[in-house]
């Protein structure tokens, strides 16, 4: 009979189960030992169990199939909280194995002893202990089905002792996700359709519930006469090719877009919980479809809100509407996106000075691969990425969008490239998120990983920075003392590059892209340009206001000639 922990193996294996992330420690001997000898699971080693966790998510939103990652007991599985709490709010199935210390001594304050059951149930939709042989794979099959069903994370925890014992049972469950189809009542929809007809301006947001329901959308639009706004999320899936686009909203998001859903009469909400209640229409009329229930109307006031697939949903609603005649709101809206994007593309130009990050992922995005995942730091490397790089129908964007988690792109984009090491993987990291994990460098060279990290390296935590002069205050404690990244890069064996002139920064994009092997560049980029948000109310004016006044009684004078110069192509 097989012990518990070869069963778990085993049963990993029959799903799919390619690999598992994870730091080895006593308390997952029996599992790691399992693993070395089931032939059709890779152990991926890496530096720091948040980076496995992390490495897990990566793998799981690209591939949309269930990844694992694994952690010692105490400090160990701690570790993972982070890239759990990542993976649980980006939705993507993560099954996280968490071993404890010995069951005799749980409860006796043991050497490294937490309570992981605890721990781990707030970013968690599944969280038990096995606590007998018995449990077993029963226990496992559930939290497996759950992480699954709901794209969640569930975790596993383990005890060492209970690992190594023998199985009860040597059943192998097999899990496969279901398929169902939700779509409103026809009372709903018929509702849905009354109200959008009678409404003059029509405007979508689309989030990412949009995947896999891109021609019934823009469908929508056409009959709606609707501009398409797009939220982060969404951008891989709608923006591409499409007539209706007139760009994001939101603090990373375009001029355009919110003016689009500031004119207008109804909003359509498709597949979205885009968090900024500032950026909503305050008079429209607002309806909202989402295959989660609990996430209507919870950022504005909906007129209707309807339980649905976004794809199924706009089948049924479309043979209900009645063509829009009219279509100058969608003019209007895509006039002004057509201004808003020439300004945009303009940034992109490179002047006279230091590297403008515009310009950077400018050329990344024209060296990239027509297929390649690209994966930016929080901060301002997502600014750039959402407003400067071109999802087409085959490349994808994956990130931390909703947790917001400094240092994610690279881990990520570790998961990301183990899924498919053919395909181009970049990440758009920045400084202070790179260094916050330079460990993630030494786990791609050591499974031999290509990924290709861009560092947009401003020595500062510029987003930070800019949120100060936003509120008002003197930027403090923000200024990074960085190393030579492409040196450092060498140094543990990868391709790596520094640059800071504009001249030489094309030639060392196409060197690290064409490597066969995990490449690193880091670009000395402008530390004061500004990511100008769509909406400057008036809070954030008196804010820049007063960032002005107390810089120059600070003596830091020289600070805001510098930030004018390298804005003024923005605000001229």
């Known amino acids: 009979m097989a012990t518990i922990a070869e069963n778990i ?96 001594e749980i409860g006796s304050q043991y050497f490294q002893e937490t309570r992981p059951t605890e721990l781990f149930r707030d970013c968690a939709v599944f969280c038990e202990m096995v606590l007998s042989p018995e ?72 989030g990412g519930g949009v995947e896999g329901a891109r021609e019934e959308v823009l469908a929508l639009a056409d009959a709606l006469g609707a501009p398409i706004v797009h939220a982060l999320r969404g951008k891989e899936f709608i923006e591409w090719d499409n007539p209706f686009d007139v760009g994001m909203t939101g603090l990373l998001g375009f ?34 479809i989402d295959i989660r229930g609990e996430q209507l109307g919870r950022r504005a006031p909906l007129t209707q809100g309807m339980v649905g697939g976004v794809r199924e949903t706009a089948a049924a609603l479309l043979p209900l509407l009645e063509r829009k005649q009219d279509r100058t709101h969608l003019e209007k809206s895509l006039d002004h996106y057509r201004r808003t994007r020439a300004q945009l593309d303009e940034l992109e130009k490179q002047g006279p000075g230091p590297i403008h990050p515009q310009h950077l992922t400018h050329l990344i995005d024209e060296l990239a691969d027509e297929d390649a995942v690209f994966l930016p730091d929080v901060g301002t490397p997502v600014i750039w990425a959402s407003r400067h790089l071109h999802i ?50 030494l786990t791609a060279v050591q499974h031999k990983l290509p990924l290709k990290i861009v560092v947009f390296n401003n020595a500062a935590l510029s987003f930070v920075e800019v949120e100060m002069k936003a509120a008002g205050i003197v930027n403090f404690g923000t200024g990074l003392e960085n190393p030579d990244f492409g040196a450092v890069a060498q140094a543990v064996g990868m391709h790596g590059e520094s640059v800071s002139r504009p001249e030489d920064l094309e030639g060392a994009l196409r060197r690290a892209f064409a490597h066969d092997g995990p490449a690193l560049v880091s670009v000395a980029v402008d530390r004061q340009e500004l990511s100008m948000p769509p909406k400057i109310d008036a809070k954030q004016a008196t804010g820049f206001a007063l960032y002005a006044l107390r810089t120059v009684i600070a003596g830091n004078g020289r600070e805001l000639i510098d930030l004018a110069k390298a804005n003024a192509r923005q605000l001229l």
């Open 9 to 104: 193996v085993q049963t990993l294996a029959a799903n799919g189960i390619q690999r598992i992330w994870g730091v080895p420690g006593d308390s997952l001997n029996a599992v790691t030992d399992a693993v070395r000898r089931q032939k059709d699971i890779e152990w991926m080693l890496t530096r720091h169990e948040e980076e496995a966790a992390f490495a897990a998510a990566g793998e799981a939103a690209l591939t949309g199939e269930l990844a694992v990652c694994a952690g010692s007991c105490g400090p160990g599985n701690m570790h993972l909280i982070n890239g759990l709490y990542d993976a649980h709010r980006s939705r993507v199935p993560v099954l996280a194995i968490a071993a404890h210390i010995p069951t005799e």
């Open 255 to 288: 001029a355009s877009g919110y003016r689009a859903m500031e004119s207008c009469d109804a909003l359509l909400m498709l597949g979205t919980d885009f968090p900024y209640q500032q950026f909503y229409p305050e008079k429209a009329k607002i309806l909202q």
């Open 392 to 441: 087409g129908p085959r490349r994808r964007l994956i990130g931390s969008f909703w947790h917001g988690t400094m240092a994610a792109a690279t881990p990520l984009g570790l998961g990301a490239q183990a899924v498919d090491r053919k395909r181009q993987v970049v990440v758009l990291a920045g400084d202070g998120g790179l260094a916050m994990m330079l460990g993630e460098l």
């Open 135 to 206: 449990q077993m794979p029963r226990l496992l099959e559930i939290a497996m089905r759950t992480a699954i069903e709901k794209q969640g994370v569930a975790v596993l925890v383990l005890t060492g002792d209970t690992a190594s014992q023998d199985a009860v049972s040597d059943r192998v469950p097999e899990v496969r996700r279901s398929t169902p189809v939700t779509v409103p009542s026809p009372a709903e929809l018929q509702e849905a359709a009354d109200t959008l007809n009678s409404c003059g301006n029509v405007t979508i947001l689309a």
